[in-house]
């Protein structure tokens, strides 16, 4: 996905002036409670268009190290992401680290879906999305839900996935000082959020796991993110084991950029984001 200059400059004067972080949720949307049971889980239900759950289910899971939750700006993007997968969003509020390390948030992520396959649901209408330490979550959440039988989503949108908690991708260093995001942020949150579990296995580091039997998987990535080979690897070994497994790859973007939906008119990367969305929701049906 090319991107000019000015444009990748607009991105970021989004990011550092914090624009993208003080937009307000929608008040046209449907907020009410559209499933009584969440799996035990905190969760909000964000229905853009008022479709109901008749045509699905989109299960959000935010980012923020694993550690951190911004529920308005969160529900923000539950409605951007709603409006383009013509479907309601449930954001999931998941146990946060270090206080709740791995494998909470993982089980949290797992039991909301495990409870709108229970409420009728087809697991044939339901799409996980997130971003950042949410698109790690829920690939973990895929490998733990594949080990125990449980009938997978129709796909998934990692976005800006961190996918080796071993910290072996390339352009972990190589994109150091071009992405808005340091290295030294994520070595303080990776500790906390393992807390002695082991960075080279699944479902806790997703690249390591059996990928055979996922669901279409869909990964968004910036060309100037620490995650990019993270996001390329597992694609790669993901396709290798029969997965369809697609990078879509914003040049020149830094970590999590999609966040330019949030605001009211966004750049054409962020219309980009949600077109593509829309358009790969629509193939799966």
Known sequence: MPATDEERAAVRELFTSGAVFSV???????????????????????????????????VY???????????????????????AAGRPALRVDYRLAP????????????????A??????????????????GATLLLS??????????????GAVPVS???????????????????????AATGHILPQYLAGAAPDRAPQSPLHGDLRGLPPLLLPVGGDELFLDDARRFAEAAAAAGTDAR???????????HATVLVEDPPPTGRTFLARLR????RLG
């Open 24 to 58: 307000s949720p929608s008040g046209d949307a449907g907020t009410g409670a559209l499933l009584p049971d969440t799996g035990g889980v905190p969760c909000d239900w964000v229905d853009a268009d008022r479709a109901g759950i008749g045509g699905g289910v989109l």
């Open 61 to 83: 899971v935010h980012g923020g190290g694993f550690e951190y939750t911004n529920p308005g700006t969160e529900r923000v993007m539950a409605h951007r992401l709603s409006r």
């Open 99 to 114: 206080k709740h390390p791995f494998p909470a948030p993982v089980e949290d992520v797992a039991a909301v879906y495990r």
């Open 116 to 133: 709108l396959l229970a409420q009728g649901v087809p697991a044939s209408r339901i799409i996980l999305a997130g971003e950042s330490a």
């Open 141 to 154: 959440a895929l490998l733990v839900l594949k080990e125990e039988g449980t009938d997978l989503p129709a």
């Open 161 to 183: 996935a961190l996918t080796d908690l071993t910290m072996a991708s390339p352009s972990l260093t190589e994109n150091e000082g071009k992405d808005l995001l340091s290295g």
């Open 247 to 257: 990078v879509d790859l914003y040049e020149g973007m830094p970590h999590a950029f």
């Open 279 to 282: 358009e790969w929701t629509d």
